[in-house]
């Protein structure tokens, strides 16, 4: 099993629709866990992060942590032609030799105008 | 102002090269990382690495060494590329602390061996 799962896609919405990226994971000693973005060509941006169970909220964008059932989400609200992107999940956890990154392989978005 | 840049940005070269890739960063951090990106997508950690302790991931060759001339900059140095090695790589860093969970992440670097 791999430690992070996330479908690839590709998933195409049309414009204003509310999106739902999602991962999974296995290793129960992740606490953070974080959204990026990427661009095609551009290195992977930071878009949301959050520490252990619960909601986040920032315009558009909220990322859900569900460490019981090793499931996150982030959804997008009103999505834009601009928020076509590939969106990674990551995860880290603190081991003896520093904070250790897990990333899932990312979800390829088209928000179709 | 860039906080994590990589140089170059693309790098074409032939197979049996020695290249390396620079990473500089000016955030204040202590740990670097080098990422691999595969044709997938997905990111594939290298090396991590604080002024205390390189971290090696054991798949990666011994072709790919990181060398660290000071604390905000972590080149990569690969020698006798090889037609796999296409692909684009990406530096990191983040702060060992933690209150700071976030790696921030450079441009990338596309190389293509040919």
């Known amino acids: 099993q791999k430690e992070v799962e996330q479908d690839p896609g590709p998933l195409s919405v049309p414009e204003g629709a509310i999106v739902s990226l999602n991962c999974t994971y296995s290793?129960?000693?992740?606490?953070?866990f974080m959204w990026y973005r990427q661009y095609s060509r551009k290195g992977p941006e930071l878009l949301m992060y959050?520490?252990?169970?619960g909601n986040k909220e920032d315009g558009r964008f909220t990322a859900q942590v569900d460490k019981s059932s090793k499931y996150i989400s982030l959804f997008i609200r009103d999505s834009q032609p601009s928020d076509s992107a590939t969106y990674l999940c990551a995860m880290s956890a603190w081991d003896n030799y520093g904070q250790n990154f897990v990333f899932g392989p990312g979800t390829r978005l088209s928000v179709l105008p | 102002d860039t906080a994590v840049s990589q140089t170059p940005k693309y790098l074409v070269t032939q197979m049996g090269n020695d290249k390396s890739i620079k990473c500089e960063q000016n955030l204040g951090h202590d740990t670097m990382y080098w990422y691999k990106q595969d044709s997938k997508k997905f990111l594939k950690i290298m090396f991590s690495?604080?002024?205390?302790?390189?971290?090696i991931n054991e798949t990666v060759p011994n072709r790919f060494s990181p060398k660290s001339p000071d604390k905000a900059h972590l080149n990569l140095h690969i020698n006798s590329l090889e037609l796999g090695d296409s692909a684009v790589y990406f530096c990191?860093?983040?702060?060992?602390?933690?209150?700071?969970?976030?790696?921030?992440f450079g441009q990338g670097t596309r190389l293509t061996v040919v």
């Open positions: 990191a860093s983040s702060q060992e602390d933690r209150m700071n969970t976030e790696a921030f």
């Open positions: 959050t520490y252990s169970s």
């Open positions: 290793n129960s000693a992740f606490q953070y």
């Open positions: 690495y604080n002024n205390k302790e390189l971290i």
